[in-house]
């Protein structure tokens, strides 16, 4: 079973950091991306990473925010630092699987306080 979990998640006041992590099972992802969603907004894309490690980011959250995979766990990471309120939001991970299925995870909120 392909599976997508992230962890991570909480409530941190502005200025703060969090770590988010997306343990991948089931399958290799060839591509990895962490998406969010904040409340009456669309979905937003926030970065990728590939199996080969190149990183991909919005402009709204470069240099803030890191993406990074450890191969042997099978997990992608999500560095947040500098957090603003409107990083607020449910973040998602999306993973491209090496037989081509997409799949997601179940979300983790993150909320930043002013």
């Known amino acids: 079973q392909v599976q997508l979990v992230e962890s991570g998640g909480g409530l941190v006041q502005a200025g703060g950091s969090l770590r988010l992590a997306c343990a991948a099972s089931g399958s290799i992802f060839v591509i990895v991306g962490w998406y969010r969603q904040a409340p009456g907004k669309q979905h937003e894309f926030v970065a990728t990473i590939t199996s080969g490690g190149s990183a991909n980011y919005a402009d709204s959250v470069k240099s803030r925010f890191t993406i990074s995979r450890d191969s042997a766990k099978n997990t992608v990471y999500l560095q947040m630092n500098s957090l603003k309120p409107e990083d607020t939001a449910v973040y998602y991970c999306?993973?491209?699987?090496?037989?081509?299925?997409?799949?997601w995870g179940q979300g983790t909120q993150v909320t930043v306080s002013s």
């Open positions: 999306n993973g491209l699987s090496q037989w081509g299925s997409d799949h």
